[in-house]
């Protein structure tokens, strides 16, 4: 496929003004490397997914993603700059409608002085304790904190981000949660004992799904996904040769499809 | 499809890794145990086989868990810590050797060295007693059939009903029963003889095509008559109705040191052991004790001068003759002095030799209390007595004719001993009639011979067996004349090669330390290489069965003699039918 021409007179011409449509909210086009448009597909098919399980009669009390929930927007601050972008935060309104909790889980947080804030912890609470620890933004009473004050999209954009910890082995991870939906439910203005409270709630369900002892500290949901769908080397290995048996069938030429390292038996 | 696999037993996992010896079995976290036997079905190519694996090693296997310490370290520190849903990721992964498979050819199972794989993930069943029996003895027949029941096959801790049994045609290449003190040797020495007695009454009710055995079993603590806890021979002999006790026993199966200390019941069948000197032959002293060649030489010169009296005059003389170096005598009088002090070799009198002859050779079994024997007396009445039945089937075996066969019983037994069975001896051996030129029966028709070898590294260890012994010849030559020895022992380590070469049966039961458990896997007669772990966690009674003419090394447990004795007790009776034939007569 190499323009939007190849669409005519298929199944999906119907799409195309669509199709051009959302390549005009596309502001990131001139960077869209492979790396780019890889994790952008990832992500569309997660948020995908994650539409099929909101829509389906499952009725989840907690909906669990890896990663977080930020939006990268166009420079002007109008709109997301990819189609990701929308998918999430239609499903945020989603999920609020549906009465779901959407929380994205991220082990690589990006939060500066993470362990400073962990170690703080430690010596107020004590060892083993477990914690979580709001990373307020500007809007919040009280204000932003200086250590995220050039981060851009730390606090994200329609998020609330939380750093936490349930084992005092493992470094904290962070947790954001849909800023509109935390505003309706979590928050509670003016008083800052019932805003604990409800989040104290909040963390005691996300720490009860993570206890268990083969992932002990993240949530056995996201830990059975991840097994379930990782690819090992191995799965890599057979891909590669599925993947070449595919081009010999298809008659293409012979390519070498093992990583580079291989040709020198490293 | 020939084969229902839900007759084989519960389905328990599938094949993973592994090849045509050494297998990895993914299966359910059951409670399996080392020693456990899983049949595996395959179908490569079309080939319906069902392959034998033994379990000899187990792990816990946790899917999508690579680090199994770490979880139990988190599940112990982590007080609040859980594992969810894991019960379906719990399997256990099973190492085992490859024993065989069976292939079902020309309508009978074959049993097959283990030279092929199952295939890619076969379906693993774990036997099932009252459920797997019937298959597992069909596809083992080969491998399980024979004429002495030695016990049922054992799948870990449980056994199937698939009586294990060894051929009678065999038992002339020697069979050895290795095992430690409390192994249980005497129970499995109990059950042989009921098994052979088993075996006897079904060839004398004509319900076997097959010679009756004869075995000659030595009882070093006095406990086969009696039984070590209920019952014993004796139970089995008072249970056998009169026409049958007779046919089976003849009149006496004791022979003992004192007759009159036998408890009264088994006086009426005991005879006094008593071994002329006469009857002892050098050979016989160079198989129990070790003699220089000067000493040799000597009881040579003194055996040619004087025949059968060379023991008498011997420990007559007072000094050395002339020629020989000075101190032989006394150092083979010192050696035979024991003689002179013996209540069971006797200078002149009555001897049993020749009842012992006629019960061998007419398939019967002698227990032989040897509890208030010395060593050297039990030893040396093995050695006259397995001598004295094998020169005998040599001389029949060269001959032609009853004629030829008495000149060579003239020639190689002592005389006074031929002279007093020879009538007997070609009763036995003439075939249609007892005329001298009637032509002689090959020995492979007579009953097969059993001697027991009891406390064996004494006299079949290298030093005596280098020398002239007897039993050098019978490990060499037993098969010829349908003679073998049943050789019982503590450790295998300390046998000859000769004899254990020669070996073609061995039950190993519990050994005592790794050098014997080691000595015992070289010596057996198929490879039962990576069964070391078995034998260390071997309970009493259980043994491995080795056998050079199978393809499979068959776990076994040994029942205890009172269970099969009460089991079977109703054999014994003559049938109803046969008793009224004789009224009418």
Redesign the interface.
Known sequence: MTSFSDFTETEYEMYLPRLREMESLISRAQILTNTVVHEELRKVSEYAALRNVLTSDLNPRYLLLDGGLAVFLHFRRKYPSMPSGFMLRELCTLARKEGVVLCGVSKNHTIPFAHRIAKMAQDVFGDGTKWFCLLPSKEDPGGGLHITEDRTYIPPVLAVPYLFSF?SDNRPSRIDFDRIWWLENVFVPNDPVATRENEKALFRDIEFMS????W?GYP?PLA?AH?SCKLSYEDLRLAREICRDVRIEMGLERRKTDPPRADYNL | MMLHKNKLGELYGKVGVGNQTMLGIMGNNRDISVGEIFMIYSQRDGHERVFFFRVLGLENYLRQVDDISRVAGTLMVEGDSYLSGIERNMLLSVDGRMLGYAEEKRGGWKFMSPRRLPDHLADVYRPIPGTSDVPVREMLSSQTDGEVYVGDLQVGEATLDVPVMIPSKFLPMHVGIFGSTGAGKSNLMMVLIKSIIDSNVDVLRGQKDKQPISAFCIDPHDEFAKGVDKYGIQSIIETMDQNTRSDVIGDFYYITTHKKATPREVKRYAKEIRVRWDEIRPRDVYSIFEFTPQMASFIDAQFNLNKEKWIAEILDLKEDPDGTPKGTLHAVQRRLRFLERSPIFVKDGSSILSDIFTAMETGRILVVNTSLMRDTEQFLLTTVVTRTLSDLRRALKSSGNLSDFERQGQMRLPAPFFASIKTKAKAFYGKGGSGDSASVRDPRDLPVILVTVEEAPSILNPELMRGRSVFKDISRQGRKFNMGLLVVSQQVSVLDNVILSQMNTEVNLRLGNEREIRSCIENASVNISGFENEFRVMSRGEALLTASYREMPLPVRIPLFDTVFEQEKGRYKGKKSRKSEKHVL
């Open positions: 084992s206890r268990d002892a083969r002990y056995v059975m097994e």
